[in-house]
């Protein structure tokens, strides 16, 4: 009964959370190496485009609310959800034909582009709060949990609770079905298959014939929609608030790095990888090891490595610990 | 031609006259700044309590009072310094009602207000770190806020009469957050209660379960959330609820407000908490006698207006409106023995000090200064009934 309160307790606070912060991560992170694989650069603006994203789907989502309509126990954020993704979609293809494709015209080296998408960065950053403003932003509706505290020590009789958010749920969820299908997409698809042939080596598949103008329009238009899903998804979860998009770039570039820029399976890997570590390294283990080892083993302290305030430095060693001895990352990226 | 020379000079004598009985007090206060939307109320309470005392034409003789107003910034210690520097050196003030914040505040006392033995009222500096044990203020300091190192000990009575003994702690990354969880700390161990864990959450993240992780592995039967409603506070309490973590929570003054109810309704029934509150009758009067000029329930801008009274009943006391004669006779006027004194009765003080007799000071704010002059503090108990805050009684 203790291990199965250890367990539970496991769950809660670790297993749950990183497993839903993982998703989210992932989708940020296989947009950021889509756009490394074929366009062949760091996009420091993912981040406020996600943002940009979740702020048209939370509009539109205060609109249908306005409107009364809802979709019972999800929230209405997922009806919304496709105008989000075409707004988006919208903003990149612009952004693309003002600001990008002048570069790539003129053949710059991807530094140069990094530095272009850190001014797109700031620029997008103004518009999400000029439009909806630097505050916080509720738009979840719908049923709060599936399974929540009280009910689940109602249910078991265990000492130690269990809830699982209907955001969680709905994360991972989510996540799974735009992996399968994006994977299917590039895998299966004659598009997908002259995206990656573009990545694998361009001037091989321009000469076979491939449109670069399509390729990069259909990558942009893939970000955008993953874009808006993962930030949705983390608005849902947690709270929408533009500069803790900004803030993401973080984790969610050590996640592209770790799994290994431009490999797609590397992005989700390393989404899991950082989130799990986030969580685990800043969680204080007292509870768990109390229940897990004898009594007289159990601890007097927290047992906690680090203080939850360096959640985001540790993204910051795995980083480094990857590109000092790994550089292409754990999935054979390209070398950054 | 004559006539004009004559009426200068008559003006001239009648202004060098006016001069002569003319004392001026800084208000010293952050109208720059994180606090600029609570200053002005502030700043016209203070200013308030010294036109009572110059319409009514008692203090010594008929002095009239002039306030200075300056800016503390409330943050940039440097400016409130050179700000308070301009007080007493170019515009001649004789005490300083202010600052507000505690940081400027523990500025000017030290660099401007000790060397030049000025006295020094501040209405909302909080900071246990201001309370002056051992003198190292001359004596020059009073303040008519409580100190936080107060607030620790209203808790720690609070939660050990609710049978609590084993609590963890989440406080806000910055002075005021830590300065309440350390002396509440101090207040409750010292009490025979147990802190499990006394952890900071920074303001305004998107997630804090990993925080809220922390609090639960260490446990304990409520958590203590010393953060900001319109924060990371609520954060917190949601992540806690959320999880299963804790049901119960026990407020400070920074979360009691609407909000709460508005944000967790009947999912913190059970939770107390207490902020700065007295059912002293001269609180509805101070209302009263401000009307519509100003906001008087403006936080601290009733302590403003007892902050520049006692400056000026002192100076009455004292006979004297140099710094150095009436600050010992700050503490006299504010507590027993005496007749109590309430808002809009500053005329009648100035009259009993006059003849000789003794007062105390209660003021807007139920002032009773204790220790090395501070505010004993009143504060409110609150207690969450059916998702409304309900009163429980005033300590």
Known sequence: MDLLNAVIALANFVIIPAIAYGSQLALGALGVTLIYGILRFSNFAHGDTMAFGAMITILITWWLQAAGVTLGPLPTALLALPFGILGCIALLVITDRAVYRFYRVQKAKPVILVIVSMGVMFIMNGIVRFVIGPDDQRFADGERFIISAGTFREMTGLAEPLAIRTSQGITLVTAIIVVVVLFWFLNRTRTGKSMRAYSDNEDLALLSGINPERVVLYTWMIVAALATIAGVLYGLDKSFKPFTYFQLLLPIFAAAIVGGLGNPVGAIAGGFVIAFSEVTITYAWKKVLTYALPESMAPEGLVQLLSTDYKFAVSFVILLIVLLFKPTGLFKGKAV | ?395
């Open chain 2, 1 to 395: 031609m004559k006539k004009l020379l004559m009426a200068t000079a008559a003006t001239a004598l009648l202004a060098g006259a006016a001069q002569a009985s003319e004392v001026k007090i800084g208000i010293i206060l952050g109208f720059t700044g994180p606090l600029e939307s609570i200053t002005p109320h502030m700043g016209a309470g203070a200013e308030m309590a010294m036109k009572e005392v110059t319409d009514s034409g008692m203090l010594l003789d008929g002095m009239t009072v002039t306030p200075v107003r300056a800016d503390s910034t409330c943050i940039d210690a440097a400016a409130a310094v050179v700000a308070a520097e301009r007080l007493v050196t170019a515009d001649g003030v004789k005490g300083i009602m202010g600052a507000d914040c505690s940081g400027v505040t523990g500025a000017i006392l030290q660099n401007v207000a000790v060397p030049n033995g000025m006295v020094m009222i501040s209405p909302s500096a909080t900071s246990p770190g201001l309370s002056h044990a051992n003198n190292e203020d001359n004596g020059l300091f009073f303040r008519t806020a409580p100190s936080d190192a107060r607030q620790g000990v209203v808790m720690t009575e609070i939660l050990l009469e609710e049978g609590i003994t084993e609590v963890a702690v989440s406080y806000v990354n910055n002075d005021y957050g830590k300065g309440l969880a350390d002396s509440f700390q101090a207040a409750f161990e010292a009490a025979g209660g147990k802190v499990t864990i006394n952890a900071a959450h920074e303001d305004q993240k998107a997630d804090y379960s990993a925080e809220v992780g922390a609090l639960a592995a260490a446990g304990g039967q409520r958590l203590v959330v010393a953060g900001y409603v319109d924060g990371g506070g609520s954060g917190i309490v949601r992540a806690a609820l959320d999880t299963g973590a804790f049901d119960s929570f026990h407020f400070p003054d920074g979360m009691v407000g609407a909000k709460l109810e508005e944000n967790f309704g009947t999912e913190i029934d059970g939770s107390t908490g207490q902020f700065p509150g007295t059912d002293s009758p001269g609180a509805a009067s101070f209302q009263d006698l401000v009307g519509d000029s100003f906001d008087a329930t403006s936080a601290f801008a009733p302590e403003s207006y007892d902050a520049a009274a006692l400056i000026m009943l002192a100076m009455q006391a004292a006979g004297s409106v140099e710094p150095g004669d009436y600050a010992a006779k700050v503490m006299d006027v504010a507590n027993a023995p005496g007749e109590q004194i309430f808002p809009g009765e500053l005329a009648k003080a100035l009259e009993i000090l006059k003849n000789g007799g003794d007062i105390d000071y209660v003021g807007a704010t139920a002032v009773e200064l204790i220790g090395p002059g501070e505010s004993a503090g009143n504060y409110r108990q609150i207690t969450f009934e059916g998702g409304k805050i309900t009163t429980v009684k005033f300590r």
